[in-house]
Structure formats: structure tokens, C-alpha cells
């Protein structure tokens, strides 16, 4: 078997073993105030202000859900924490360690290769034990994030995708050994501000880094395409985009909405002899099926690899030093 696709038919949802579950976690849905997901007087931290940093603390802006007072993040680069804090109206620092022992739940936004610093990083800044970390690292297992902290702080693996900054991310969430089911309710109520966020085990997190994770860039390339071929017919490019986009919205909306199988969908489209099914086929001679699939298993393949073992994160830290 692939080590990639360890659990290929394992259930989504697994309990933990310590406190069996007798319905899906994904059906648990807790009130929540907003004082649940941060304690009051403390403060929400985001780690890494890059492209993921930025667009949860945007999409978190927008929804409203954590007050800008208590959000603050840091980053090593001080051109992207000048930028980042002229943009988000909240503090970004490089020296943001005087901050962690105020927060309550820190999201951390690195490269895997740079989370042994920065996990140190925040265990020695006076990191308090009942600091909730939320890691969307792709490819590190929350075993490694522990380990790598080195205490016994709650942690919750989260994979969300860009979409989060217009409020439609998706995002899947798994807790470590440390973590209680509430404070898997609070990771969870985060992404939801920004999006669909469903509690799945981490057996299957290398597939979803694959699919939603990495699914924004093969849905703008087959927008992109598609836009292509609308100007190579003839029609003016921006229109050709916003026909293209708004009908890939329209589509999802309806496979969501709907809860009918796309196959079934796209036979209402179906025209005998008509120009649907002339296109359809043109995309079945090209293997569109299979080349899609192929991706998605070279992106796990890959994924399973970014964080094999703490060994392996050091071994990309020290590469990422060298420079290479
Ligand atoms: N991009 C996506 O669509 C996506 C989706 C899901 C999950 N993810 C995950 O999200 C994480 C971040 O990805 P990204 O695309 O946002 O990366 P990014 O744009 O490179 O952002 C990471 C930021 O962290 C900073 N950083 C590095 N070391 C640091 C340290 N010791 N202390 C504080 N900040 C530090 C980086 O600064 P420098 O640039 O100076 O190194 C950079 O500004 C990755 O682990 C990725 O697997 C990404």
C-alpha cells in the first residue's frame, strides 16, 4: 500500500479513543459566544503574516467574530509586518514574543520548514499551558507539532484554503492528544467565520491538503482555461472570465444546495445531439477525469512528504538555512 493513502477506507470521523463519540463529530455543534473562543482580557495571535496569515485575519476581520483590539500577529520580515499592519489595522511585529503570554489561541501560519523555530520560539515566550495552537502547516501531523513544542499545550491541525478571504474557505479541522473536544469546537467556530469548516480525522489530512488545500489553484487554472477558450470563440476576455466564474459559482451552489450527484445534474444539461454532450465528449477524449485525479494523488504523495517526521522538518529547517 502507498504510504501516502495510509487509511483508505477508514471513517471520516473517528473518535478518539479516550472518548468515544457516538455520533460523527461533524454533527456537533456547540453554542458558542464569542467569549468561548477567546477568553476575556486575552488575545488572539497569528505567527507567519504571510499569504494564509493575512487572509484568516482578514476573513476574521470581516466576520466579525474576534474584536480588531485582541488580534495581533508577527512575522520574521519586517517589510511584510510594515505592510501587513498598514493593511490589517492591527499590530504585526517581528518582536511579537512580548505578546504571547496575552494570548489565547495562536494560529500558526509558517512554512513547515520554519515550525521548530517557531514553536521554540513561543515555548520560551512565556507561553501559557492553556494557549489553544492552531497549526495549518501542511503535512505536519499534530504528534510532530507537540513534539516539537515540547509541551502540553492543546494543539488543533487545521487545513483551510484561500477562499476564507471572501468568507467561502473550507477548512477541515483534527485535535491532538492534549486537545478536548471544546477546544476543537473553538478551531472550529474560527473557520466558520470565514467559511465551511468540518472536523475530520487526520488520517485523511494529506487528501484534503490535496483537494481543498491546493483545490483553489486547479480551479483558477480551469477557470483561466476555460476563459481561453471563450476568447478563442470570439468573446471579449473579462466577459469570457465573468461568465466562466460566475458559472463555476452557480454549479457549486447547486451540487451544495441541491445534494444531487453532479452526473445527475449535468444530464438536466444534457441536450439529445445537442452542443453539451459535443463539448462533454471533446473533455472525455482528453482525460479530463483521470488527468484531475493524478494531480490530486501527486499532491497527496507530495503532502505526505512535507512533514514526514520532526527529523525531516529539521532537515528542511537546516536546507531552508542553507539556502537551498
Ligand atoms: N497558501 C495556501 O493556499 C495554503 C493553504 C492551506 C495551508 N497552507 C499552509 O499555510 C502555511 C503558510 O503558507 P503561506 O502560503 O501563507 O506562506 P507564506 O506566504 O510564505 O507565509 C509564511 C510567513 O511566515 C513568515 N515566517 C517564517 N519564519 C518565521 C518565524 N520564525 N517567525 C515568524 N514568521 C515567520 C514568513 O516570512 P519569510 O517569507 O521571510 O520566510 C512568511 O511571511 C504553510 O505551512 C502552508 O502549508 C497554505
Sequence with gaps: MDSAFPHRSRSLHDPHPEEPVTRPESAILLPMSDEMVIADGLSLGVVGAGVMGQTLIRGLLKSDLIPHSRIWAGDKNSST?????AELGLPVETDYQHRVPTADLILVCVKPADA???LATLRNS??????LLISILAGVSTDMIEALLGTENPVVRAMPNTPAIVGEGMTVVCRGRYASKHDLERARHIFEGVGKCLPIDEVHFNAITALSGSGPAYQFLIMEA????????????QLAL?????????????????????ASLRDDVTTPAGCTIAGLLMLEDGRVRSVLARAVEE?????????ASPAKISEMAAGKRSGH
Design 226 to 237: 476555460l476563459a481561453d477558450a471563450g476568447v478563442r470563440v470570439g468573446l471579449p476576455r
Design 81 to 85: 509586518c510594515d505592510t501587513a499592519a
Design 242 to 262: 465573468t461568465l466562466v466564474a460566475q458559472t463555476a459559482l452557480g454549479a457549486a451552489r447547486m451540487v451544495l444546495t441541491t445534494g444531487r450527484h453532479p
Design 116 to 118: 521548530p523555530v517557531v
Design 126 to 131: 512565556g507561553l501559557r499551558r492553556e494557549t
Design 299 to 307: 499532491a497527496t504523495k507530495t503532502a505526505a512528504h512535507l512533514g
